[in-house]
């Protein structure tokens, strides 16, 4: 049996009940419009002021999850500049913050687009704009040439969370990924 997604055996060419999965998106969409209802009802300020705080918690939390913990502020006053909202609260935000802030707004402004290779390199470029990761050089703009774990616990009593394809078959593997999303 496979441990990792990549390793089974009908990687990726998955099947669903799609009875099953049209009842559960029939929901979520039943929320969604009463969500979107109810933002109807805001004045302007209040739907910017909902906007501005929904994408600061999506950028605050997408970056803990990476082990990264940005300032509230920074990220907030980031996005309030981009989209042009007023904030009076404005503050610098240092780099790491803008990187971020452009590649979520990026991702969840321009869901239309096509995602391709070039949108992915450019995100990694935003991310990490000086080829580092804190105090490690990493190669941006291009697909990983290293093997890679995701792991926990303390050195020397590490727990092997995810164990990445390797190198070699990342690139053919993101081709057939893409090509895959294309179609939807």
């Not at 990476?66 to 920074?74: D, F, I």
């Not at 802030?101 to 704009?129: I, R, S």
């Not at 050089?137 to 990445?164: F, L, N």
């Amino acid at each position: 049996m496979a441990k990792y997604i990549y390793q089974s055996e009908s990687w990726p060419n998955f099947t669903w009940d799609e009875q099953e999965i049209q009842v559960i998106l029939g929901k979520v969409r039943h929320l969604q419009g009463k969500l979107l209802g109810q933002m109807s009802a805001l004045g302007f300020s209040d739907k910017e002021e909902t906007i501005l705080t929904t994408l600061t918690l999506d950028v605050l939390k997408s970056s803990e999850i990476e082990g990264e913990e940005l300032n509230y502020e920074q990220v907030r006053s980031s996005i309030a500049r981009r989209l042009g909202i007023e904030y009076a609260g404005l503050v610098y935000s240092d780099r790491n913050v803008e990187g971020v802030v452009e590649m979520m707004l990026d991702a969840t402004q321009n869901f239309n687009k096509a995602l391709d290779e070039e949108c992915l390199f450019g995100w990694h470029a935003a991310l990490f704009p000086s080829g580092r990761s804190g105090m490690y050089k990493i190669d941006t703009c291009c697909y990983r040439t290293g093997e890679m774990q995701v792991v926990s616990e303390p050195m020397g009593k590490e727990k092997i969370h995810y164990q990445a394809p390797s190198p070699g078959v990342v690139k053919n593997e993101m081709d057939v990924f893409l090509n895959w999303l294309a179609v939807f």
